[in-house]
């Protein structure tokens, strides 16, 4: 879209005359590749030479979504053209054939441009046409094969937020094209495994985190998990937490712990791993948990997000109470907010609005 | 008049001052027309009408609405609709959300929708059409083109300019709201699509087709304002999520999205005016993603519009629901 993290020119990098010249040379031949791939849609050229044309502008220009959907409709009178042409059969070869090697005129691009929209949409329409034409076991490879390209692509950039949000899309189109219940639940389980990898990986991978959130329920919710089962798998996450936590300087590790306090957050609770815990456990809960992270203090006592996590449990506690602020537990919280006020300038104000709503 | 949207030939060093070099920023944009010569022209032809909204708004809030030839700007917009009634980013593209959203902002913000109904393909009610007829009746959720992407960039995209048109009514609200929730996470952000993890550029799409539509009841503030909050780095900047880098763009993401929910006072906002300020060339013009990067008007712009929430001296307004002058959704949305 825009330029991101490209260093500015220097003076030096003025265009020389030769340098000049050489770009007027550069924009002229993209113009007119431009205008011939123009004038052949505009004649409804649907021929290979057309798609040849159309290959070496989106090499030069992979933003051009124009050109995209060219290739779309070049595409389409390919298929219609191999559907007509011969026995069911070799026209399922014939369209494997032609989206097989479409998917790998994007690869290159897709590694130079990992983060251009345009790319990950093309490719899913190329696959959703292989969902659309293809016998499913035909279909379904394509598909698996792609789970496994975006897997090296978020091997590449762990972060990348369109690889993340395309995995969930491939992971739920092999569901449907799988159907069958058994396999629907390794999936999840495959899934579970390689969020966990990845988190292994890098602690402080926030997507990674939050694939493990969403796995998880789904994972409950397929085995028909009892409460007994759920609450073992809080347990586990739990344990899992603190022990991550042993770096409490880490944002994307909080970000997961504020996540599963929502479980004993009366108001939310149905959204998460274990819904139906009694107000009393998730009090228990929650007195552990202020034991557990107050302890995570000792040499971490300029860390903020600790003295946060004590005041958002406190807080859930008192709420799960139906109690107001006040005695002990008050002054503790307004301890901590005084610390953060201190290690957290830069959202002063923030904890000034919340020192006021405690009614001090 | 088309504006190039790519980076900038900037040639300036890194400033010293913290003022905003208005005047620079100004030649900047109007000079970006004017870079034919330039293959980056070429190769950003996908983003024109975006590049014409992103230019003219950052003119109005530096106080130079007058400063693009209106007339041209307006021709061209013209020149950009397809039959569909929709707009794609130059002549002869295809129609998009993307840019039939940029075409009626430039448009209200000309005070030129009447050219549509004079010089347009069926007036408003023809781009109104085009908008409705990419909602998915199904799930509420908006599709970019006929091609069936679907992002809440889209569905905000189609509430801002359905809202500036006066024909809100012509989709179902209620189904894209309740799509809108879905997209909600835990940590009371909102993501590209349901299950999607929160990111600040989707927070603002959600947060502002919630606002338009009159259902911010429905937003978590003090649990979203807190995540928003957590955005602001120990330099002053923002980022869209977690670990990541600050941007200069975040400003406006991330600062709309507090000032919607009445929390951008939780953030520093004089050390996030330094951060922008950093982000200039103040030579060449213009303002980059971080101190020292190329710059582009698409920064150029959201920087601007980021100082402008934070009310910097000399700036003028801006509405955090629509990133248009405040002046000017006043008056077609009170009419």
Redo the contacts between chains.
């Keep these: 879209m825009a330029a991101h993290g490209i260093p500015r020119y220097s003076l030096q990098a003025e265009r020389t005359e030769e340098g000049r010249q050489k770009e007027l040379h550069k924009i002229e031949k993209y113009r007119e590749l431009d205008q011939s791939v123009r004038d052949k849609i505009a004649k409804h050229q649907h021929t290979p030479e057309t798609l040849q044309k159309i290959s070496e502008l989106l090499t030069s220009n992979p933003e051009y979504y124009t050109v995209w959907n060219y290739r779309r409709q070049v595409l389409r009178s390919e298929f219609s053209a191999a559907a007509s042409a011969g026995s069911d059969e070799a026209a399922a070869a014939q369209i494997s054939t032609l989206i097989k090697n479409d998917l790998l005129f994007t690869v290159p691009l897709l590694r130079s441009f990992p983060k251009c929209y345009w790319i990950w949409n093309y490719r899913t329409w190329l696959l959703d046409e292989a969902k659309r034409l293809l016998p499913v076991p035909a279909a379904q490879k394509f598909w698996q094969e792609e789970l496994a390209l975006v897997g090296k692509m978020l091997s590449l950039d762990s972060r990348n937020f369109h690889g993340w949000g395309y995995r969930r899309f491939v992971v739920e189109t092999l569901r449907e094209l799988k159907s069958e219940e058994q396999d629907g639940k390794q999936m999840t389980q495959t899934e579970f495994e390689y969020a966990k990898k990845m988190i292994g990986a890098n602690l402080s991978n926030f997507s990674a985190w939050h694939y493990r959130t969403k796995l998880i329920q789904r994972l409950l919710t397929e085995n028909a998990a009892s409460d007994e089962e759920r609450r073992k798998m809080l347990d586990d996450e739990l344990d899992l937490i603190h022990r991550a936590l042993c770096d409490p300087y880490d944002q994307s590790l909080w970000f997961y712990h504020q996540n599963l306090m929502c479980t004993f957050d009366p108001s939310v609770a149905d959204q998460t791993l274990a819904p139906k815990l009694s107000d009393a456990e998730r009090l228990d809960y929650l007195r552990r948990e202020i034991d557990e992270i107050q302890e995570m203090l000792d040499g971490a006592e300029d860390c903020k997000y600790i003295y946060q996590a004590l005041i958002d449990c406190t807080m859930l506690a008192w709420k799960v109470e139906g109690s107001a602020p006040s005695g002990e537990s008050k002054s503790k919280v307004l301890d901590w907010l005084a610390e953060l006020k201190t290690l957290d300038p830069l959202r002063l104000q923030r904890w000034l609005d919340f020192e006021q709503s405690l009614g001090r | 008049m088309s504006l190039v ?8 060093t890194t400033p010293s001052s913290l003022n905003l070099s208005v005047e620079r920023h100004v030649e900047y944009i109007k000079n970006l027309d004017s870079r034919r ?3 980056e022209y ?6 024109r009408l975006n590049g014409v909204y992103w230019g003219l708004t950052a003119l109005h809030l530096l106080g130079r609405p007058d400063a693009l030839p209106r007339e041209d700007t307006i021709n061209f917009v013209l020149s950009c609709q397809r039959e569909d009634g929709g707009f ?2 130059a002549p ?3 129609a ?1 959300m993307l840019y039939t959203v940029s075409a009626v902002q430039i448009l209200v913000t000309l005070d030129a929708i009447d050219e549509l109904e004079k010089r347009g393909l069926g007036g408003k009610e023809k781009v109104a059409s085009f908008i409705a007829g990419l909602q998915d009746k199904d799930t509420g959720a908006f599709m970019g ?1 006929e ?3 679907r992002d809440t960039r889209f569905l905000y995209g189609a509430f801002n300019a359905l809202s500036l048109l006066g024909l809100l009514d012509t989709v179902d609200v209620p189904k894209a709201i309740a799509y809108v929730q879905q997209c909600e ?3 009371g952000g909102y993501g ?2 349901p ?5 600040a550029g989707q927070i603002f799409t959600c947060v502002g087709a919630l606002a338009i539509a009159g259902r911010l009841d429905l937003v978590n503030r003090d649990r979203l ?3 928003l ?2 955005r ?1 780095v ?1 330099n ?1 900047g923002l980022n869209g ?5 600050p ?1 200069a ?1 975040y400003s406006w993401w991330v600062g709309a999205s507090l000032a919607m929910i009445d ?1 951008l ?4 906002s004089g ?1 996030l005016a330094a951060f922008i300020l950093r982000c200039q ?1 103040s030579e060449a013009g213009g303002i ?3 101190p ?8 150029t712009h959201f920087a601007i519009a980021g100082l402008s929430l934070l009310k910097f001296d000399g700036v003028q307004e801006v509405d955090p629901v629509y990133c248009l002058p405040k002046t000017i959704t006043l008056k077609y949305l009170s009419r």
């Design positions: 949207s790519g980076p900038g030939r900037a040639v300036g010569d330039e293959l070429w190769l950003t032809e996908h983003l794609g980013a002869g593209h295809d998009h083109d091609w069936g992407e996470n835990l940590d590209i699509q299950g999607a993890e929160s990111h304002g807190g995540w909050s957590e602001q120990d002053g999520r977690p670990e990541k880098l941007d763009c929390r006072h939780w953030i520093d050390k060339d980059g993603d971080r020292g990067s190329m710059v582009d008007v698409f920064h």
